[in-house]
């Protein structure tokens, strides 16, 4: 049975998450993209597959439908920041790629996340 430390430390740990995420999606504001284009340009940069993901593969990653992610590509191509491609192995295979301006807005946004990753990182501690 928890404890009623595990429990403060439990809400605690929930309140972190959510001003977490209000946090990024304030920084998102401030570099001009909605939460979901900031995370479209991540689940981009840090898939694995070679050449980019697919509408399919990012929908997936971002735990939303096939149309929802291709209506966030189209608003994010539209601003310069993602492009799509077609895969030289496979014609019917579109990929999507970070435009320079997307990686520089990306990188900017990881640096701020990774600081405040860090700062709230003894709060992950004492629930492990």
Known sequence: MPTDAQYERLLAFRVALRRFDQWSRRAAEEHGLTHAQHQLLLAVRGS???????????????????HTATELVDRTQQLGMVVRTRSAEDARRVQLTLTAHGQDVLTDLTEVHVEELRR???????LA
């Not at 694995?48 to 096939?66: C, D, F, K, S, Y």
């Not at 709230?120 to 004492?126: A, D, M, V």
Request: proline fraction near 12%; charge should be negative.
């Open 48 to 66: 694995r597959t070679e050449g980019g993901p697919t509408i399919g593969e990012v929908a997936e990653a971002l735990l939303v439908r096939h």
């Open 120 to 126: 709230l990182g003894p709060l992950l501690e004492p």
